[in-house]
């Protein structure tokens, strides 16, 4: 649904598998007012998948499957999505890996088809997984480890670095809602935007927290 001056559209049915397995969706803009979603959900064989679809100029694109796990042996789950400043879709997702058992932080990207890396595994469960870019088009995913009671980090400035521990929390786990919100993620339509660095938003125990690194300072002026 769009919101203008005459009010809310319609409803649009965008998925191509209709369950009520669909969720964990994601929405981004493009410099064209394209639109990017990206959402878990079944395939008709109840198999588990990560699925993306464009709306370009008022008319939705094929359903695409990111990940399928029937196919890579690799459940998916709730998606965060951004778009380049060439317009390419980047989507980070949660996942289990049920070769090696361990949680899985992802990156897919769509050149002239998806390509998917593993940017983080572990033993224990990782989830809210957020997704931003800054103005050079590197990539910045968070994520939390609940067992551990870290806030994570990692960046793709042409390679993927080691992650970072963001916050470390005694009593982490006693909280469900720590997830992490990049303020980035609005970029390219927000002028404001970080040339490089993050900021992001979290919630401990019960208060909106604000973390941002020294290089993202000027563009927080005011906030």
């Known amino acids: 649904m769009k919101k203008d001056t005459s009010g809310w559209s319609s409803i649009e049915q965008v998925t191509d598998v209709d369950t009520d397995q669909n969720g964990g969706l994601s929405i981004a803009v493009d410099l064209n007012d394209d639109i990017h979603l990206a959402w878990g959900g079944c395939n008709p064989n109840w198999y588990n998948c990560l699925y993306y679809r464009k709306k370009t100029s008022g008319v939705w694109g094929s359903q695409e499957t990111i990940n399928d796990s029937s196919s890579t042996n690799i459940s998916s789950y709730s998606a965060a999505i951004c778009v380049d400043s060439n317009n390419k879709p980047h989507v980070a997702w949660e996942a289990f890996n049920y070769t090696s058992s361990k949680s899985e932080v992802n990156h897919s990207v769509k050149n002239t088809s998806w390509q ?98 020294s290089d993202a300072a000027d563009e927080l002026d005011g906030v």
């Open 116 to 213: 998917t890396q593993t940017v983080y595994d572990s033993s224990n469960s990782l989830t809210a997984v957020d997704i931003s870019l800054d103005t050079s088009d590197n990539i910045y995913i968070v994520w939390q480890d609940k067992k551990a009671g870290k806030l994570m980090l990692a960046k793709n400035d042409g390679t993927w670095g080691s992650a970072q521990v963001l916050v470390a929390f005694s009593n982490f786990i006693s909280y469900s809602d720590n997830f992490a919100s990049l303020l980035w993620s609005t970029y390219p339509g927000n002028t404001n935007i970080s040339s490089t660095g993050i900021a992001c938003l979290y919630v401990y125990p019960s208060s909106i927290c604000l973390l941002y690194t």
